[in-house]
């Protein structure tokens, strides 16, 4: 019975130690890393706890040697990486194992039994392994999704967190007041495999979101791109019903000439003009950058903004869904700063530069600018500027393609400048 209790205590302690290194290094990872791969290395965690019985030895063996053969393994080519995967899991835990321990034992002062008892220390060891597992799980999620908004995710994250915590008192509670009891193990283990299925739910609930999420950004990318092609085959039909029509035309402008009637001729070739102006085409090398730039133009143009558009580029190599959330967020925030002017103008420009793609976004503005964290407020009525609006998206979409993101400003002006690897 003592050998059972023992493999249930080590357990308790080795799992969530595992798994709290297990997401971290998922974090930085392209693919996920095997389950056999974890499944050794759970073993061979138990065995060192199991048999070494919490020696000095098996400290350094379980939180330092391990840790690091696994990020090295992990991360076979990249040692840079795989040291900064290993110092993340030993500060993260010990910052915030101390902080629960200090916390708890201020709650039961608990000092004088932790110490004369090893089943009570060995609880809370695990309890407070279990609560880091889950704070870094949760945190993680968190900054990886753009919806930390959603009361959904708010309401998640409660649930966990006010039954780890349940969890970890009652079962203190219960060391202190029958430390015998029978019972003891069998709820806490329940609970605390419950737990791990309701952190595993609620990744997978992340996951489903950000995939619909994602669907969704793609269904509106073909409408946006279904419209821009529907405009360029219209003016396509114009441009041959023009050709066609060429020569009635110029019988026309011819007529109008010989009787020295100028002022007809302007109103005929403007007339000719304004029947081409339903769209511009824009050749950027990918159909949806192009259509998003076009779309934007024409969204500009109808709140009388000025834009003048430059493209140079031989084409473009990043996702779609990166370049258009780097391009739409920017465009839009232009478009309301520059709605706001009595003569407000953009000025575009998406050039290549050697392997690097240059966007550039200039527009006009009302007020001066204050920028504060990262985020720019205007001094007309002390309100937000538009500009804070999707900076934070776009400077995290920026980042994650190892690219570099400029604001300049100043009063009536604001300049964006985007540099992005953009290799063939």
């Given at each position: 019975m003592q050998t059972i209790y023992k493999i249930y205590f080590e357990l308790l302690f080795d799992i969530p130690l595992a798994l709290l290194l297990f997401r971290i290094s998922e974090n930085r990872q392209d693919k996920p890393v095997s389950c056999y791969t974890k499944l050794m290395y759970c073993l061979i965690l138990f065995c060192?706890?199991?048999?070494?019985?919490?020696?000095?030895?098996?400290?350094?063996?379980?939180?330092?040697?391990?840790?690091?053969?696994?990020?090295?393994?992990?991360?076979?080519?990249?040692?840079?990486?795989?040291?900064?995967?290993?110092?993340?899991?030993?500060?993260?835990?010990?910052?915030?194992?101390?902080?629960?321990?200090?916390?708890?034992?201020?709650?039961?002062?608990?000092?004088?039994?932790?110490?004369?008892?090893?089943?009570?220390?060995?609880?809370?060891?695990?309890?407070?392994n279990l609560l880091t597992y889950i704070i870094y799980a949760l945190t993680s999620n968190l900054l990886q999704i753009n919806i930390t908004k959603s009361i959904y995710i708010l309401f998640f994250n409660a649930i966990v967190i006010s039954i780890s915590v349940i969890l970890g008192y009652t079962t203190l509670s219960l060391n202190l007041w029958d430390s015998g009891s029978t019972v003891l193990p069998i709820i806490f283990a329940t609970i605390f495999v419950l737990i791990i299925i309701c952190i595993s739910l609620y990744n997978k609930f992340l996951s489903i979101i950000e995939e619909n999420t994602n669907y969704r950004f793609k269904l509106e990318l073909d409408k946006m791109e279904q419209v821009y092609?529907?405009?360029?085959?219209?003016?396509?039909?114009?441009?041959?019903?023009?050709?066609?029509?060429?020569?009635?035309?110029?019988?026309?402008?011819?007529?109008?000439?010989?009787?020295?009637?100028?002022?007809?001729?302007?109103?005929?070739?403007?007339?000719?003009?304004?029947?081409?102006?339903?769209?511009?085409?824009?050749?950027?090398?990918?159909?949806?950058?192009?259509?998003?730039?076009?779309?934007?133009?024409?969204?500009?143009?109808?709140?009388?903004?000025?834009?003048?558009?430059?493209?140079?580029?031989?084409?473009?190599?990043?996702?779609?869904?990166?370049?258009?959330?780097?391009?739409?967020?920017?465009?839009?925030?232009?478009?309301?700063a520059a709605s706001e002017c009595e003569h407000g103008w953009i000025r575009f420009s998406l050039t290549q530069t050697g392997s690097y793609m240059n966007i550039v976004i200039e527009n006009s503005c009302s007020g001066n600018i204050i920028e504060n964290n990262g985020e720019f407020t205007s001094t007309k009525n002390d309100k937000v500027l538009p500009h804070g609006i999707g900076i934070k998206n776009v400077r995290k979409v920026v980042s994650n393609l190892n690219g570099q993101i400029d604001f300049s400003y100043a009063s009536g002006y604001f300049s964006v400048k985007a540099e992005l690897p953009n290799y063939s």
């Open positions: 060192i706890s199991y048999f070494l019985n919490a020696s000095l030895f098996s400290v350094i063996l379980c939180f330092i040697t391990l840790p690091l053969i696994y990020s090295l393994y992990v991360f076979p080519k990249n040692y840079r990486i795989a040291l900064r995967n290993f110092f993340e899991f030993v500060i993260f835990y010990f910052m915030i194992y101390i902080i629960i321990v200090i916390v708890y034992t201020l709650i039961f002062n608990d000092q004088d039994i932790t110490i004369i008892s090893q089943q009570y220390n060995t609880y809370k060891s695990a309890i407070i092609s529907a405009q360029l085959d219209d003016k396509l039909n114009q441009l041959h019903s023009l050709r066609h029509d060429m020569k009635n035309h110029l019988i026309v402008i011819d007529g109008y000439a010989s009787q020295h009637n100028d002022r007809k001729i302007h109103e005929y070739i403007h007339n000719i003009s304004e029947d081409l102006s339903l769209t511009n085409a824009v050749d950027s090398g990918s159909h949806i950058v192009s259509a998003l730039i076009a779309e934007k133009e024409n969204k500009a143009k109808s709140q009388n903004i000025r834009c003048e558009i430059n493209i140079s580029t031989p084409g473009i190599n990043i996702d779609d869904f990166s370049i258009t959330t780097i391009i739409g967020n920017l465009f839009d925030n232009a478009i309301k």
